[in-house]
């Protein structure tokens, strides 16, 4: 096993420095053959794969899928094995699972469920699962994504290698320009918990025919949820927070985006949030229309509060997307995405938050710096009215150290500890980066 992994690491350097391809490129070469790497292209006999579960149980596959798993980190499942704790017996857990793969015997674990908070006071559910389920679900990633990414259209965005967010707004604005206008904003209702599993192994078993291995995928739609003393197994469904979730997801997709296409219709999807974008009223009532029935038929449902159809180019008409709202040719953050970084920056700013102002500073940057990485497009009214909000956190934060009533809003506070007090600290400020921005187009 350790001469395994020395040999995967030196592997993968070695494709770092060579070229700038995305990592799964030198996966792919440790994992597939010459020949199922040239069937990608010409085609497999018959469409289907058979004999994967082996790539799946390979020392070489569940090594490459621990690295992942330890890079990506995470808390620990119901076992309370955590990645130190893995790592320390790395060797002997790894040949453990490739056994209890190879011989048919490996269960997975039930997960647990914990909650994240959401904007507005909600909580997401998401569940946990044990490493040694993290890693198996990995390998099965890393050998079956190649076959269904050689699927996929250009239309879908979300988590697929090499493409993320910022492609598909780009592809939103570039449609938009292009004068399609009428939108259809689409929003599946508990996707992620509805999907039905029958028919989503249908399409898996439309590719792949190795029944050990479409067997182990099913196991883990049926994974148990532990919520407390609550126990339950789902019967639709994956669980977000499961490393198969998003692949699983596109592929169940992946016919609604065909639809798309046969019906010449201009679509951009990043998981299950999905714009349609026509050039007339007219179109775009008949894509929705589509929608509706492709939804029912795949037993899913739409949200009926939020998707709906509109001329964004019109005042109140616009539509929201990844965190964006485009509306009469500008886009703006939209008002949840503006909530959540609001709440973020007062977790950092309490009060009665102990620190020097420099490292408060130091610690608050990073959050200001991604944040505005991502929201640079926005209006840039945007960028002041935050600066002017982080800055009245802080001054109120020194008014409560200096034993001073106020929430950094009056005109006094702002005369002692004006702007240019914050940017000698380095404050960072999206107005004056996105400033920078605009000269350097």
Not at 190 to 197: E, G, K, L, V
Not at 256 to 273: C, I, K, P, T
Request: glycine share 8%.
């Amino acid at each position: 096993m350790k001469q395994i992994a020395e040999a995967i690491s030196s592997v993968l350097e070695t494709a770092k420095q060579e070229t700038k391809a995305p990592l799964l490129a030198g996966v792919e070469t440790l994992i597939w053959t010459e020949n199922m790497l040239a069937a990608l292209d010409n085609g497999v006999k018959g469409g289907k794969w058979f004999s994967l579960i082996d790539k799946v149980y390979s020392e070489t596959t569940l090594w490459l899928a621990w690295e992942q798993v330890q890079a990506n980190k995470g808390g620990a499942g119901i076992d309370q094995i955590s990645i130190e704790r893995f790592e320390a017996n790395a060797g002997n857990y790894l040949q453990e699972l490739h056994e209890a793969l190879k011989e048919g015997t490996y269960e997975p674990q039930a997960v647990k469920r914990v909650y994240i908070p959401k904007a507005g006071g909600k909580r997401r559910p998401l569940g946990i699962p044990v490493v040694k389920d993290r890693i198996v679900q990995t390998a099965i990633k890393l050998v079956i994504e190649p076959i269904f990414e050689n699927e996929f259209l250009e239309s879908s965005y979300g988590f697929r290698p090499m493409r993320g967010c910022k492609d598909a707004l780009r592809e939103v604005d570039n449609l938009l320009k292009a004068g399609y206008i009428w939108v259809v904003d689409a929003d599946l209702k508990s996707y992620f918990d509805t999907i039905p599993h029958k028919e989503l192994m249908r399409q898996l078993e439309s590719k792949i025919s190795d029944g050990k291995l479409l067997d182990l995928i099913e196991s883990y739609l049926k994974q148990d949820i532990v919520d407390g003393l609550e126990r339950w197994t789902p019967e639709t469904g994956t669980p977000q927070g499961a490393v198969l979730s998003p692949l699983l997801a596109n592929i169940y997709l992946h016919p609604l985006d065909q639809m798309f296409n046969e019906e010449g219709y201009q679509s951009v999807r990043y998981a299950d949030d999905f714009v349609i974008l026509c050039k007339s009223q007219e179109e775009a009532e008949t894509a929705l229309v589509k929608v509706q029935e492709w939804v029912k038929e795949f037993r899913l449902e739409l949200h009926p509060d939020k998707t709906h159809l509109g001329n964004c180019s019109q005042k109140g008409e616009g539509f929201e997307f990844l965190g964006y709202r485009f509306e009469a040719g500008r886009r703006f953050v939209r008002k949840k995405s503006l909530m959540s970084f609001r709440d973020k920056v007062r977790a950092k700013t309490k009060r009665s938050r102990s620190g020097s102002l420099k490292e408060i500073i130091k610690d608050l940057n990073p959050l200001l710096k991604g944040w505005f990485g991502y929201f640079k497009h926005a209006h840039r009214n945007t960028f002041k009215t935050n600066d002017g909000f982080v800055r009245r956190r802080l001054r109120a934060l020194i008014l409560r150290r200096n034993k001073k009533k106020g929430w950094g809003k009056n005109i006094n506070a702002h005369r002692n500890y004006p702007n240019a007090y914050f940017a000698k600290l380095e404050l960072f400020t999206s107005h004056e980066a996105w400033v920078v921005a605009c000269q350097s187009r």
